[in-house]
């Protein structure tokens, strides 16, 4: 996770985020169908306050991705890039 949060190119860090989401994935859905937990997703009325968090933390992921400024990224990959 800390290197995905390192990518400020789309691209690459969708192209990482994919396989390492259905890894993750795949641990969650063998750890419910071992009846470890129980799947907030299945029963959304019951737990209102998580799905809003979730809900919440979209909302604060897309309003920071649009006000960043583009000049912020920009200066800021080629600090990257000059090392």
Do not use: C
């Not at 969708?14 to 470890?36: C, D, H, M, Q, V």
């Not at 959304?44 to 799905?51: F, I, T, V």
Request: glycine share 6%; charged share 20%; aromatic share 14%.
């Amino acid at each position: 996770m800390n290197r995905l949060v390192k990518f400020w190119k789309v691209t690459t860090a969708i192209r990482y985020a994919i396989p390492t989401a259905i890894i993750t994935w795949n641990s969650i859905e063998l750890l419910g169908r071992w009846n470890l937990f129980e799947e907030i997703w299945i029963h959304p009325a019951k737990y209102w306050l998580e799905m809003l968090l979730v809900v919440g933390a979209f909302g604060i992921g897309i309003a920071v991705s649009i006000l960043t400024p583009k000049d912020t990224k920009r200066s800021f990959d080629q600090e990257q890039r000059a090392g």
